[in-house]
């Protein structure tokens, strides 16, 4: 909990002091929370752990998704 909590903290500071795009955040945080997954996969054997997916894979994945207009 406290992990999650520093690794949210730390992207929230990043963001702020690098003042990058819309884009970058997203992608920052999209790999802040892979990491934190995978922390807590490897501190629990019992968790079943899928197979990382990059920032590209998801929004790829996600434009497949969304209705079309």
């Keep these: 909990m406290m992990d ?3 690794g949210v903290l730390c ?4 963001a702020m002091t690098a003042g990058c ?3 970058m955040a997203k992608r920052t945080a999209y790999e802040t929370m892979q990491n934190v997954r995978q ?3 490897l501190k629990n054997p019992a968790m079943e752990c899928g197979k990382r997916e990059s920032y590209d894979d998801y929004q790829r994945q996600r434009k ?3 209705p079309s207009e």
């Design 4 to 6: 999650k909590f520093s």
């Design 11 to 14: 992207l929230i500071i990043i």
């Design 64 to 66: 497949t998704l969304e």
């Design 39 to 41: 922390q807590e996969c």
């Design 21 to 23: 795009s819309s884009d």
